[in-house]
């Protein structure tokens, strides 16, 4: 098991752009989470899947955020016409049905909006 | 509703010394409460966990924690600080029964280990 995956680790952008973020969850989890986390703050909860159905969203999360897990395995988040204030840290995170609240966390995509 | 209140931005403690980091939590329903570790360029990781039963707790690395439910605290500590301690720590809650809308963080206690 090669823990949770995330790509791009960094992302520069301009300001207006699209961008994607990929994850790759550990395989038997199927639970997943996207965070987002800026300096000096902790881990935001923007969206939840189970398998991949989205059964809870943040309204943190703009209708410029859309997020897929399709066939209940990777996920995608994606920002369209990216503000400088996305800037941050996006968090992908897996957990098994039977251990609630136990997270597995990527190590992150960096964003930066210029 | 859930949120973490963490006291202390920056905590500095000498190595060998006590590591006290607080959280205290408010949550509408009995809670499930975590502490979490990032140390740099690394991703989140779980550190100990209550759910139910023993309010002491241990986790990894000799932490431990206390569930006191009449001061909503969920104190981290750990007797002896070693210098690869020195880290990022979280107190996160869920609602007990599942956490299906994700944990509420806390803002983060960043850890020193002074020499």
């Known amino acids: 098991d090669t823990g949770v995956s995330q790509n791009p680790r960094h992302k520069i952008t301009k300001r207006g752009q699209n961008v994607t973020f990929r994850c790759d969850p550990i395989?038997?989890?199927?639970?997943l989470y996207w965070y987002r986390q800026t300096l000096g703050q902790g881990p935001e909860f923007l969206t939840y899947?189970?398998?991949?159905?989205?059964?809870?969203k943040s309204r943190l999360l703009s209708d410029r955020f859309s997020a897929e897990r399709p066939k209940g395995s990777f996920s995608t988040l994606e920002i369209q016409r990216t503000e400088q204030g996305d800037s941050a840290m996006y968090l992908c995170?897996?957990?098994?049905?039977?251990?609630?609240?136990?997270?597995?966390f990527g190590e992150g995509s960096r964003l930066t909006v210029l | 509703a859930q949120s973490v209140t963490q006291l202390g931005s920056h905590v500095s403690v000498s190595e060998g010394a006590l590591v006290l980091l607080r959280c205290n939590y408010s949550?509408?329903?009995?809670?499930?409460l975590f502490w979490y570790v990032q140390y740099p360029n690394q991703g989140l990781q779980l550190l100990l966990k209550?759910?139910?039963?023993?309010?002491l707790v241990k986790g990894i690395n000799g932490f431990e924690a206390e569930f006191k439910k009449s001061e909503t605290s969920f104190h981290l500590t750990k007797p002896s600080a070693h210098m690869s301690d020195a880290a990022e720590y979280f107190c996160?809650?869920?609602?007990?029964?599942?956490?299906?809308?994700?944990?509420?963080f806390g803002k983060g206690t960043h850890l020193i280990i002074q020499p």
């Open positions: 995170a897996s957990s098994a049905d039977t251990k609630p609240g136990e997270l597995f």
């Open positions: 395989s038997e989890h199927n639970r």
């Open positions: 899947f189970q398998n991949e159905a989205q059964l809870e």
């Open positions: 949550s509408s329903v009995p809670p499930y």
């Open positions: 209550y759910t139910t039963g023993a309010t």
């Open positions: 996160a809650v869920a609602p007990s029964g599942g956490g299906a809308d994700g944990l509420t």
